[in-house]
């Protein structure tokens, strides 16, 4: 059964004083949890025990820890995500690959995505309705970047905007989690280029164009 997690995200912004302050600690519980024991180890039961927020409240907001693992995420996200603007789309997606950086290797969103990407493969019927959202919400920004690109000249105006992301995205995501290499802002600075790379427009030529230089070839030679 896919459990509906988006009626948390959508109660969100109407939330009193008191229930702001109990979906608090409950985040914060379940931050401290993942930093030090890992998503495995994260139940319900131990969020409710270290923050003090009675399980059953913990379920009517969130319905799986993934639910809840989906809120972290997305609040560290919001708060340290921002569009860019910088007039230049390969500065703009630095400049956001960087943050990303920054969020999954020092902050708890990093564990906090891989235990999403663990429960998705450990329970597949949660997999439409939960990654349908997550994904729309993180992609956002980006999104945003490449299509302001295309309406400037900058890219192609057919441009696969989902594809870019998830060439970009899914590189990043696979250095967290196979840790082969350095998850950091040199690869994704070189990662941005090359995906760039292939959807720039072509500068326009003025004129007709530069001519083709032709050899001619010398008296007496043989063509």
């Known amino acids: 059964?896919?459990?509906?997690?988006?009626?948390?995200?959508?109660?969100?912004?109407?939330?009193?004083?008191?229930?702001w302050n109990t979906r608090a600690r409950a985040v914060a519980a379940a931050g401290r949890i993942l930093r030090r024991d890992g998503y495995a180890r994260l139940t319900m039961e131990r969020v409710a025990a270290d923050s003090g927020v009675a399980k059953t409240t913990l379920y009517r907001r969130w319905p799986t820890k993934a639910a809840l693992c989906m809120d972290l995420y997305l609040a560290v996200a919001q708060r340290e995500l921002r569009d860019p603007?910088?007039?230049e789309v390969g500065r703009d997606l630095k400049a956001i690959a960087a943050t990303v950086v920054r969020l999954q290797t020092g902050t708890v969103a990093g564990p906090a995505l891989i235990g999403l990407?663990?429960?998705?493969h450990l329970n597949p019927d949660t997999r439409g309705a939960f990654l349908a959202e997550f994904a729309d919400r993180r992609r956002a920004v980006t999104r945003l970047v490449?299509?302001?690109?295309i309406a400037r000249g900058e890219l192609r105006p057919d441009t696969?905007?989902?594809?870019?992301?998830?060439?970009?995205?899914?590189?990043?995501?696979f250095r967290l989690l196979q840790r082969h290499a350095p998850l950091s802002t040199a690869f994704t600075d070189a990662l941005v280029d090359l995906?760039?790379?292939?959807c720039r427009a072509t500068p326009r030529r003025g004129g007709t164009g530069a001519r083709r230089r032709t050899t001619r070839p010398s008296p007496g030679s043989r063509t």
């Open 1 to 19: 059964m896919t459990a509906p997690i988006s009626r948390s995200r959508a109660a969100v912004s109407t939330l009193p004083d008191g229930a």
């Open 85 to 87: 603007d910088s007039g």
């Open 160 to 173: 696969d905007v989902d594809l870019v992301i998830d060439a970009i995205g899914g590189a990043v995501t």
């Open 146 to 149: 490449l299509r302001r690109a």
């Open 117 to 120: 990407i663990a429960e998705t």
């Open 195 to 198: 995906v760039l790379h292939g």
